[in-house]
């Protein structure tokens, strides 16, 4: 793929509109800020274009991560949704409605990066070559993996996603964890999107990318 | 892995005509051991093997079975599978480093050889990088950005940084490769104790 993936509309004017093939982008902010809601929505933004969606879901069941997708994208198309799952649920129903694949604990690093393997094998033979891939959240991995190993597994990870030319979404809740921590993990991405609560509303800031102002600005 | 002197290759192949083809173009650059069978594959592995060149299909102890038991016994080498039949998805859920389509030409095997021994390092490497960012996150934690801009230091480790990403990502290869990609974690995961 040559041409950009379009995230219009899902940030503020003035932000970013579109993203290069293998871009990474880190989605960071406190609890309850809406980071997942800005993930789905990054997500899915090109779904209507005929683009895949690969999430790899630390805590959330599939089925309930669908459900999730399907707010944000009513006309949802189930074959062009991938998920692996490393929740533990047992939920049936996800499994029958998309494509899945099960690791049975986050920190099965190898389990998910076969799981990631086989469902992109599966995009490609049903002929979508532009996938956005997502991971929420890199937080849920740190409970289970040494911090080493965690930025490791990112590294090769993004450069996964870089060299098949896809666009990365991944979230990290930056207040549990050590300022040196988030940095760490910070920069292994190409573009980090911060969210937080100012005093009239939730506010955003996008850094790393040509042309994205550093200024905070309102976000609705 | 071998210390010192040459990378030590272990062909597992039941054919003699195709095991010392393989010899004569591996000898110049490894210490090359040669098994005819799966039996003797698991008494010439030990410690010192860098890489297995383990084929498919053999009598009595199939290739998978010879690979399960390396893993079992948590040797630390890297096994590619030297296979006639197209390889499919198993491959990389099986834990094969790498395959190679039978018959492999010279290129093509020391090819693979050298990319598997690259990533013998890469776990090493990743973590010599992931010490440097570690730094540098501390540093970026404590100081203002001005403090750091005037910092030598902070330069010299800015470019440190710069060139070990450099070769960890040329030991990574081409990461949209399935068995490089999944083989890749794997080699980070065998350090995470226990995992």
Redesign the interface.
Known sequence: MSTPYDIDAVLPDGTIEALPPGTNVLITGPAMVGKREVAFKLLASGHETGEGVLCVSTSASASSMLDEFERYVPTLDRDRVAIVDCSGSDSQRAIREIATERVSSPGDLTGISIGTAKLLQRFSEQDVSDVRHGLVSISTLIQYLDLNTVFKFLHIYTSRIADTDGLGVFTLESVSHDPQTVNTITSEFDCVIELREGEDGREIRVRGLPGASRTWRAFD | MSENGPPVVLVVEDEPDVAETYRRWLRSSYDVRVAPDGATAMTELDGDVDVVLLDRMMPEMAGEEVLREIRDREIDCRVAMVSAVDPD?DI??MGFDAYVTKPPDRDELTGTIERLLDRAEL?DD??E??SL??R???L??EKTEAELAESDEYAALVDRIERERER??EE?G???T?TE??G???E??D??GG?
Do not use: T
């Open positions: 998805f990389v859920e776990n990743l973590q990088y992931y960012v570690a540098q996150s501390a970026q934690a960890v990502d990574l081409d990461m949209s399935d990609f999944v890749a974690v794997r980070i995961m350090d995470e995992e």
